[in-house]
């Protein structure tokens, strides 16, 4: 083991005796670190030799159908999991104790950094990134190996097996290219910082959000190959991997959105949604993950939509690849680019072809043996979800083509030209408005044969409620913009529509409100979750519309001016003062915020400044009342002396993002849905094996 | 209906919805679409008055210059030729003098480009990818050395 040279004979200089005291200390300290240090780094090493096992032997046991070659699977991707969990928990170690002889925390740390910093900045870079994707899709095998619900032992080692492959290829691609155990010699004094906009409470949860999302579709990946190579799908394969779906898609709706309000009050720009092609990458696998979901419901009520499922597994989880790929190679010109070296990815390329191509391969090689579903009525619940199926493909399609469209072009004739918003507004939104005017209705579709004046006169209510209130709305936003009331309008549609299911379901004529209550109660947690997160869409449609009424204003303030803001709200700049944070100094301008003539907060902007990445960040002010926000940001000092800022009034913008948890809340009342409890005890699977056996609800 | 009016129906919505996107697509990327110009290449073939495009290069040494309400001018250089560039705003965090940049908008009638929107970086190590390109064409960085103006 090579261990640090830190005596003071070694360098030859002399160096001054305080010096020398400080580092003998770190010394004393770090032996037993080293030795732990280069343990982690083993690890990692092992648990590749351990995913080998992992992928070979249970797959050779669903070959051979040896149960005990089989049963091999399940210890060994929990042996994975305990490994690479070991060398995360070393790598945060080093982070946290600054053993700057490590390039990852030299480069990303600073022993001034405030702790939950030094945490969150393990995985505020590449390799530690890397480690905490692979630690997520380590955890994921360990899950499928330890849950309890019913899956055929064959389905699970096949299933345990890719993961184990899919493992493989992300640890080779980490130790040969991107190790974070790799050591400088002779160890620096003090690191290069994290960048500092990374410095923030949102980038503690974001990644490791948007990760569990990306690398859970790993799983319903793995499903989906072992089901081709077993050459068998069927309902209990669909109530198997909708679970892993739902659990993935809700992480991923929460990755996305907290990277959404991230970026709206960090970046200072007040926006919450760029089109930026980093940020396409996490929505591509979103919108086909929603597709999933959905066609998983019809694999299992109604046995049909099979290979078309396997198809759109496949490419959720390719998506997930390719965005892994576009985000760490650096082929993408991108606002979210962080310094990356392209000779990466080479290698992503490489993960890429192998598992889209080779799964897709075997898709067309196997795919035709799988039986085929039937065909169905299209006014019915399955032709709903049809529609769903297809305007998300449609909508991802798009946003896959003005992602890629730059680089093909520049590939191809050299050009080099950039797809902004404009182009996404002008495909996405279309595609998703007549999807979103269309899901209460298929929400209250019957399955196998619906019919229109049923539906119309089931949502009779729900449309004219909606109406009136975008009439009233437009009314009194007189002159505004048009889309607004209109948008509004549509989600008070999604949600009043949403929650008719509910009622109509258990209110029925002459029957009192208690039996209706009991009733609702009795419904099946899929149903309430699929209302809960169908009113999240229509919460979150209503903020996206009210941001057309929002405003900005540029304007230079001295203190005592009191500038007017939007809607009812003014400011008035109070003071501009220094401050020395840990890490930063800053300017801070001190504001008091108006409503009419009430004071009604204080809110503090400021200019950060970290001299250790020599590197400015704008800190942004935000007043909350109710839903809205006021919004300060700082801008430049004038030459003349005065202060430039950046004023927003954001109406309802909260709903965004309160949209979406309950988006991620609906999928979680989904997930705990009886029929696939995960890891339910033995038990209450035989009970529900016993009183469940009936046909799934049958709605 | 029978099993084949079904499957029509099926297919014929899947083509309406898809011939219906890709009609939008086609559509926005006439009007969408901006193209990266270096100052060299305007230089080189000029450029119409009024075309938006994305120029992009480093901030030229001693040429910012502000004006009261928030008026920017500096000049956007690769080496091979500069230009004049306008932009009344605020500017983001990272922009400085021999940084890369990269603004969007149009040259009016007196050959000044007139930004309105400057873009803002994350890290001040990344160079925009194009901005490296268009100063690889001129000789003046080579790809392993750091970007200019990180120190």
């Known amino acids: 083991m090579r261990s640090r040279r830190r005596g003071s004979g070694s360098t030859g200089i002399r160096r001054p005796a305080r010096n020398e005291r400080i580092r003998g200390r770190a010394d004393g300290i770090g032996r037993g670190g080293q030795l732990l240090i280069e343990a982690g780094h083993f690890a990692l090493a092992l648990a590749l030799g351990l995913s080998v096992i992992q992928m070979v032997v249970p797959f050779w046991g669903a070959r051979t159908n040896d149960p005990v070659l089989m049963g091999v699977g399940a210890p060994a991707a929990i042996g994975v999991f305990a490994l690479v969990l070991f060398s995360f928990g070393v790598l945060t170690y080093a982070y946290v104790t600054s053993d700057f002889s490590l390039m990852n925390v030299y480069a990303n740390s600073h022993s001034q950094k405030p702790m939950i910093y030094k945490v969150t900045g393990v995985w505020g870079n590449h390799e530690g990134s890397m480690l905490l994707w692979i630690l997520i899709l380590a955890l994921f095998g360990a899950l499928v190996a330890i849950a309890r619900n019913a899956v055929p032992p064959k389905l699970r080692a096949n299933t345990i097996a890719v993961q184990g492959s899919v493992t493989i290829a992300f640890l080779l691609f980490m130790l040969l290219t991107s190790n974070p155990f790799e050591r400088i010699d002779p160890a620096p004094f003090e690191g290069r910082d994290l960048n500092p906009i990374l410095q923030d409470i949102g980038l503690a949860i974001h990644p490791p959000l948007l990760y569990i999302g990306y690398v859970g579709f790993s799983i319903t990946f793995a499903f989906a190959m072992a089901a081709l190579i077993e050459g068998k799908i069927d309902a209990v394969w669909a109530r198997a991997v909708r679970p892993w779906t739902l659990g993935a898609w809700l992480f991923l709706t929460l990755g996305i959105s907290m990277g959404s309000y991230w970026a709206y009050y960090e970046l200072g720009w007040g926006g919450w949604w760029f089109w930026d092609p980093v940020e396409n990458a996490s929505l591509l696998p979103w919108i086909l993950g929603t597709a999933l979901i959905h066609s998983t419901v019809v694999m299992e009520k109604r046995d049909a939509l099979k290979i078309w499922t396997i198809l759109l597994a496949i490419l959720t989880f390719s998506l997930s690849l390719m965005g892994t790929f576009l985000v760490r190679s650096g082929v993408l010109t991108s606002v ?201 869409v229509g919460v979150m449609v209503i903020g996206i519309a009210a941001t057309a009424w929002s405003t900005e204003r540029i304007v230079t303030m001295r203190p005592g001016d009191v500038q007017h803001v939007g809607g009812a709200y003014s400011v008035r700049l109070d003071s501009v003062f220094p401050r020395t944070g840990p890490n930063f100094q800053e300017d801070v301008a001190r504001m008091t915020v108006f409503r009419g003539d009430r004071a009604i907060g204080q809110e503090e902007t400021s200019k950060r400044f970290f001299p250790a990445r020599n590197m400015p960040t704008t800190q942004a002010g935000l007043h909350t009342v109710g839903f809205s926000q006021v919004y300060l940001s700082f801008g430049e000092p004038q030459p003349d002396g005065s202060l430039g800022l950046r004023l927003y009034y954001k109406p309802l913008i909260l709903l965004i993002w309160i949209g979406t948890l309950f988006m991620g809340l609906g999928a979680g009342i989904a997930m705990s849905d009886r029929r696939f409890r995960v890891g339910a005890p033995v038990r209450a699977k035989r009970d529900e094996s016993a009183s469940g056996t009936a046909p799934a609800p049958a709605e | 209906m029978t099993r084949k009016q079904r499957r029509l129906t099926l297919i014929g919505v899947t083509g309406a919805v898809l011939a219906i996107s890709l009609g939008l697509v086609l559509f926005a990327m006439r009007d969408t679409i901006v193209f990266f110009r270096a100052p060299s290449d305007i230089a080189a073939q000029g450029v119409d008055e009024g075309v938006r495009f994305r120029l992009g290069g480093l901030v030229e040494d001693g040429s910012i210059r502000r004006e009261t309400g928030q008026i920017h001018y500096f000049r956007v250089t690769d080496g091979g030729a500069s230009i004049e560039v306008r932009y009344q705003g605020l500017l983001p965090d990272l922009f400085r003098e021999g940084q890369g940049v990269v603004t969007e908008g149009a040259v009016d009638g007196s050959g000044l480009f007139r930004a309105d929107t400057v873009l803002a970086r994350h890290d001040e190590n990344y160079m925009p990818r194009e901005v490296a390109d268009a100063l690889k064409a001129q000789g003046l960085w080579q790809h392993g050395d750091p970007a200019p103006g990180t120190q």
Request: aromatic share 10%; glycine share 12%.
């Open chain 1, 336 to 536: 979210h680019a962080f310094a990356v070296d392209p000779d990466r990815g080479v290698y992503i390329l490489a993960i890429l072809v192998f598992f889209i191509g080779g799964s897709l391969a075997l898709f067309a090689w196997r795919a035709p043996l799988l039986r085929q579903g039937g065909i169905f009525a299209p006014v019915s619940r399955e032709g709903a979800l049809v529609v769903n199926n297809l305007f998300l493909a449609t909508a991802c399609a798009t946003v896959l083509i003005g992602t890629l469209y730059p680089l093909a072009l520049e590939a191809v004739t050299g050009a080099k030209i950039s797809v902004g918003p404009p182009f996404f507004n002008a495909t996405f939104v279309p595609l998703m408005v007549p999807l979103l005017l269309l899901l209460p209705f298929g929400q209250v579709m019957a399955w196998k044969r619906g019919d229109m004046n049923g539906v119309a006169q089931r949502l009779a209510g729900a449309i004219l409620i909606s109406v009136v209130l975008t009439v009233i709305i437009y009314g009194f936003t007189y002159g505004g913009p048009v889309a607004a009331p209109l948008g509004v309008g549509l989600g008070i549609f999604l949600i009043v529509g949403s929650f008719n299911e509910i009622v109509t379901r258990s209110f029925t004529s002459g029957s009192g409100f208690r039996d209706a209550m009991r009733k609702a109660r009795g419904l099946p947690r899929s149903t309430w979750g699929t209302v809960t997160a169908h009113a999240g």
